[in-house]
């Protein structure tokens, strides 16, 4: 083939169906294709730093708490992923996963690096996928990016409440067996002899009542994965017994004889100091170090109020009929964001579940946000209606949930009258109607 008749660098590029650039050590932009140019909107980009283009900032990202595939790829001389935020050319945030490569000239010297964007048009809307946009949480991702298509151990650390299941479950979805089985177990709901026989299975006659051979997790998620809860409550005993198994791939069975193979992704996680433990005695170092291949921070949502408004999102669209209370009022968002959360992103879930629970298909106010610490109490108190003053307060106040006793009592004050006893226990009729659905199949 004549020279003249080979395809230029740019007729190549243009090849990519995402947006595509070239970028030197100086995070100078030097080529790019025509879908680069069109998803950023700007005319000319070659000869810009790539960081003012996506990122809309004077600086470079890794000044900004995230991930730079820039300074990864020309460190290491390696092929990277990352998740980040990039504005498009209407200035609009959005998620795209970045995929960077190295670009060699001819004497082998590394020279530029080649980088796709490819973006996560349903980022929030997907339940398997992480909700949120501040730095902690994007430098968070950019680390499970890394790790998820690996085999490697990853311990997930973090208070209660922060989803550690949730990332887990991101971990195992973005594997390279993400259609294998996702398989947990919650080291803090059982009693050692529980746990072991959970985890590694049991033979038949191993103990009184094993009538049967069982299967442990480990053999149920063969091909997969086995998340490990609380793995810091693990007796000491069964420890020993679990290093084993990581560090052979073999297991035995209570009251077995033989070894038997698995291939699985274990995914650790705790709210407790692992290390102090160590040194404690009740968690034992060689498993430590074999744990801790690959730790996370998983943030607390104090670290990331920024990801708040997402997240009451987020929730309001999984609750029945939550889509009717959006969008919240910048007085709820502000009473929302002005908390710290010591229960984390399950209790922010509990005071918005709460808040439609009162609201009962009217706006949510900021008097519908009730926090606990505010009356020291978990009780909630519902206003009576005016005309309907009477001995029967009893009924005002409730937990997060009517009981039988409650529904029966408000109808029969109010003769059967479906919507007088609504009013009365403050939900909407169509919810008491599912009440009373309830109670009829009970």
């Given at each position: 083939m004549n020279k003249e008749n080979k395809p230029s660098c740019e007729q190549i590029m243009n090849l990519f169906p995402s947006p595509f650039v070239v970028i030197d050590s100086n995070y100078t932009i030097v080529a790019s294709n025509q879908h680069y140019v069109e998803h950023f909107g700007e005319a000319n980009v070659i000869g810009q730093k790539c960081y003012k283009i996506s990122h809309h900032s004077d600086v470079p990202c890794s000044q900004n708490g995230e991930i730079c595939p820039l300074e990864a790829v020309f460190s290491k001389g390696e092929a990277t992923e990352v998740m980040h935020v990039h504005y498009d050319k209407d200035g609009q945030q959005e998620y795209v996963q970045l995929k960077a490569m190295p670009i060699y000239d001819a004497s082998g010297e590394l020279k530029y690096m080649g980088e796709l964007a490819q973006p996560v048009d349903d980022y929030e809307d997907s339940g398997a996928l992480l909700i949120g946009r501040s730095r902690s949480i994007m430098r968070m991702i950019s680390l499970l990016q890394r790790v998820a298509p690996t085999q490697s151990i990853v311990l997930l650390q973090g208070e209660s409440g922060v989803g550690k299941e949730c990332?887990?479950?991101?971990?195992?979805?973005?594997?390279?067996?993400?259609?294998?089985?996702?398989?947990?177990?919650?080291?803090?709901?059982?009693?050692?002899?529980?746990?072991?026989?959970e985890l590694f299975g049991y033979e038949k006659g191993a103990f009184t009542g094993a009538n049967s051979r069982k299967l442990g997790l480990f053999e149920s998620a063969q091909g997969g994965t086995l998340f490990i809860d609380e793995i810091g409550e693990l007796p000491l005993p069964l420890q020993s017994k679990l290093l084993r198994v990581l560090e052979t791939g073999t297991l035995r069975r209570v009251g077995g004889t033989e070894y038997i193979n698995v291939g699985v992704r274990v995914i650790a996680?705790?709210?407790?100091?692992?290390?102090?433990?160590?040194?404690?005695?009740?968690?034992?170092?060689?498993?430590?170090?074999?744990?801790a291949a690959f730790p996370v921070h998983i943030p607390s949502l104090r670290e990331r109020t920024d990801d708040i408004f997402l997240l009451s999102q987020h929730f309001l669209n999984q609750f029945e009929d939550g889509r009717q209370y959006l969008p919240l009022s910048a007085e709820v968002i502000e009473k929302l964001m002005s908390y710290d959360y010591p229960g984390n992103?399950?209790?922010?879930?509990?005071?918005?579940?709460?808040a439609?629970?009162?609201?009962?298909?009217?706006?949510?106010?900021?008097?519908?946000?009730?926090?606990?610490?505010?009356?020291?109490?978990?009780?909630?108190?519902?206003?009576?209606?005016?005309?309907?003053?009477?001995?029967?307060?009893?009924?005002?106040?409730?937990?997060?949930?009517?009981?039988?006793?409650?529904?029966?009592?408000?109808?029969?004050?109010?003769?059967?009258?479906?919507?007088k006893a609504a009013e009365m226990l403050g939900v909407s009729e169509r919810t008491l109607y599912r009440y009373v659905q309830e109670i009829n199949k009970a």
């Amino acid at each position: 083939m004549n020279k003249e008749n080979k395809p230029s660098c740019e007729q190549i590029m243009n090849l990519f169906p995402s947006p595509f650039v070239v970028i030197d050590s100086n995070y100078t932009i030097v080529a790019s294709n025509q879908h680069y140019v069109e998803h950023f909107g700007e005319a000319n980009v070659i000869g810009q730093k790539c960081y003012k283009i996506s990122h809309h900032s004077d600086v470079p990202c890794s000044q900004n708490g995230e991930i730079c595939p820039l300074e990864a790829v020309f460190s290491k001389g390696e092929a990277t992923e990352v998740m980040h935020v990039h504005y498009d050319k209407d200035g609009q945030q959005e998620y795209v996963q970045l995929k960077a490569m190295p670009i060699y000239d001819a004497s082998g010297e590394l020279k530029y690096m080649g980088e796709l964007a490819q973006p996560v048009d349903d980022y929030e809307d997907s339940g398997a996928l992480l909700i949120g946009r501040s730095r902690s949480i994007m430098r968070m991702i950019s680390l499970l990016q890394r790790v998820a298509p690996t085999q490697s151990i990853v311990l997930l650390q973090g208070e209660s409440g922060v989803g550690k299941e949730c990332v887990a479950q991101y971990v195992h979805q973005y594997s390279n067996n993400p259609k294998g089985p996702f398989v947990v177990i919650d080291c803090s709901n059982l009693g050692e002899t529980l746990i072991e026989s959970e985890l590694f299975g049991y033979e038949k006659g191993a103990f009184t009542g094993a009538n049967s051979r069982k299967l442990g997790l480990f053999e149920s998620a063969q091909g997969g994965t086995l998340f490990i809860d609380e793995i810091g409550e693990l007796p000491l005993p069964l420890q020993s017994k679990l290093l084993r198994v990581l560090e052979t791939g073999t297991l035995r069975r209570v009251g077995g004889t033989e070894y038997i193979n698995v291939g699985v992704r274990v995914i650790a996680a705790t709210h407790r100091n692992l290390k102090q433990m160590v040194e404690d005695g009740s968690f034992r170092r060689d498993l430590y170090y074999r744990l801790a291949a690959f730790p996370v921070h998983i943030p607390s949502l104090r670290e990331r109020t920024d990801d708040i408004f997402l997240l009451s999102q987020h929730f309001l669209n999984q609750f029945e009929d939550g889509r009717q209370y959006l969008p919240l009022s910048a007085e709820v968002i502000e009473k929302l964001m002005s908390y710290d959360y010591p229960g984390n992103v399950r209790e922010l879930r509990n005071i918005l579940e709460r808040a439609v629970i009162l609201a009962a298909g009217t706006t949510i106010t900021v008097d519908y946000v009730i926090i606990e610490n505010e009356s020291g109490s978990e009780e909630l108190v519902l206003n009576q209606p005016q005309e309907k003053k009477s001995d029967d307060h009893l009924l005002l106040r409730r937990r997060h949930q009517l009981n039988t006793d409650q529904v029966i009592e408000a109808l029969r004050l109010n003769n059967g009258h479906r919507k007088k006893a609504a009013e009365m226990l403050g939900v909407s009729e169509r919810t008491l109607y599912r009440y009373v659905q309830e109670i009829n199949k009970a």
